[in-house]
């Protein structure tokens, strides 16, 4: 079968004046128009191609790649609006149409919006949607306490950044857990902190508790090494200072720093710490 909207594997089975037509294990048949016709091919040979309907809304395959497939996220930017939605740069000649009713913002040209594409099924066309959170679940988790995730940075709230967890399920970031700058669309790993009622994901970035402490004394290692085995930093920094030096909170930098003490890797001196 071939998927619309998706990356296919297909193989080739004739030429024409307008490209070559390829088909699937089940014989079904779509162009590949001259355009994307390779130098070199021979019958049967196997291509990937992405598999999308073009303006006369009949499938059509390409060898360009999109910038974001079904069934996923993605930041894009909106090329162009008019009476009928949204158009949106998505990497292909024909651009991605979102509705007016699928946009949590009313969206305007050169602007860049965080969207899930999908098959409408009234349609069978594929669309964007900027309201990302209808297409999210936590009724059901797939994720547990410690646990690494995938995440998309969302949009921002009063108390710190909504992002998506694992394309599957919603979660929140704490103003006071990022220690980075972070922007929407950004893709990053997580880990789950804590599961709140209602199956309310709270995640933050790097480790939790005492496996925070490894990957944080790697962090404080690397820069001493960077900077000549010393840096301008004490557990009587200021909080802001540590923060922007070493993008962790300074109760970790004070656990990573006691780690590293007894290991005998470090020493404590009232100008900073020095690698021994």
């Given at each position: ?47 990937e191609v992405f598999v ?157 508790g005492y496996r925070s ?41 004070k656990k990573a720093v ?19």
């Amino acid at each position: 079968m071939i998927h619309l909207g998706q990356v296919n594997t297909l193989e080739i089975f004739r030429e024409t004046d307008h490209g070559l037509y390829l088909i699937d294990e089940a014989n079904n048949e779509v162009l590949l128009p001259n355009r994307y016709v390779p130098d070199h091919f021979k019958i049967w040979d196997k291509l990937e191609v992405f598999v999308y309907l073009d303006n006369d809304e009949r499938p059509v395959a390409t060898t360009d790649m999109p910038y974001v497939q079904r069934d996923d996220f993605a930041l894009l930017r909106c090329n162009q609006v008019t009476e009928y939605g949204a158009f949106l740069d998505w990497g292909l000649v024909k651009e991605l149409f979102c509705p007016f009713k699928e946009q949590a913002f009313k969206m305007k040209p050169g602007g860049w919006y965080l969207v899930y594409c999908y098959l409408d099924e009234k349609t069978d066309r594929l669309v964007a949607s900027s309201k990302t959170n209808r297409f999210l679940d936590n009724k059901q988790l797939t994720v547990g306490l410690f646990d690494e995730v995938d995440l998309i940075v969302s949009h921002p709230s009063e108390i710190g950044m909504n992002v998506i967890v694992n394309k599957k399920h919603s979660g929140l970031i704490y103003k006071d857990q990022i220690f980075k700058d972070i922007s929407i669309g950004d893709r990053l790993k997580g880990i789950v902190k804590k599961i709140r009622p209602g199956n309310k994901l709270d995640i933050v970035l790097g480790q939790v508790g005492y496996r925070s402490i490894e990957p944080n004394a790697d962090r404080i290692m690397k820069e001493l090494e960077d900077n000549g085995g010393y840096l301008k930093l004490t557990d009587k920094s200021d909080p802001e200072a540590i923060k922007a030096e070493l993008q962790m909170s300074k109760k970790n930098f004070k656990k990573a720093v006691g780690t590293l003490y007894k290991k005998r890797l470090i020493t404590i001196k009232p100008d900073g710490i020095y690698l021994v």
